[in-house]
Nanobody, 126 residues
Framework: QVQLVESGGGLVQAGGSLRLSCAASGRLFSSYAMGWFRQAPGKERDFVAAISWSGGSTYYADSVKGRFTISRDNAKNTVYLQMNSLKPEDTAVYYC???????????????????WGQGTQVTVSS
């Protein structure tokens, strides 16, 4: 069992930056692939980014490619999402998720992830 807790959300102006963190409990964190998703009001939960268990491979949704960076620190049981050049359409609740299967890691469907955090709100004003 893994518990995930997101933090770092907030209100930022368009063009600004935020860094989200997801702290995980449990000894097996370093063996899980991790992902970030987001959900805007009235919309489905969308894939944002994924990272392999080692951190050596990453994968991004086209909408955030070049602006967001996913990373992880297995010694700290934490995964990060650095968000730059934020746009109003990035406004959503952001969730981190853990996948018990190491491979393949670049999964875009929420149903393929086993554990979820409670989410953190990101609001980008224009």
């Amino acid at each position: 069992q893994v518990q995930l807790v997101e933090s770092g959300g907030g209100l930022v102006q368009a063009g600004g930056s935020l860094r989200l963190s997801c702290a995980a409990s449990g000894r097996l964190f370093s063996s899980y692939a991790m992902g970030w998703f987001r959900q805007a009001p009235g919309k489905e939960r969308d894939f944002v980014a994924a990272i392999s268990w080692s951190g050596g491979s990453t994968y991004y949704a086209d909408s955030v490619k070049g602006r967001f960076t996913i990373s992880r620190d297995n010694a700290k049981n934490t995964v990060y999402l650095q968000m730059n050049s934020l746009k109003p359409e990035d406004t959503a609740v952001y969730y981190c998720a853990a996948d018990r299967l190491r491979a393949p890691f670049a999964k875009e469907s929420p149903s393929e992830y086993d554990y979820w955090g409670q989410g953190t709100q990101v609001t980008v004003s224009s």
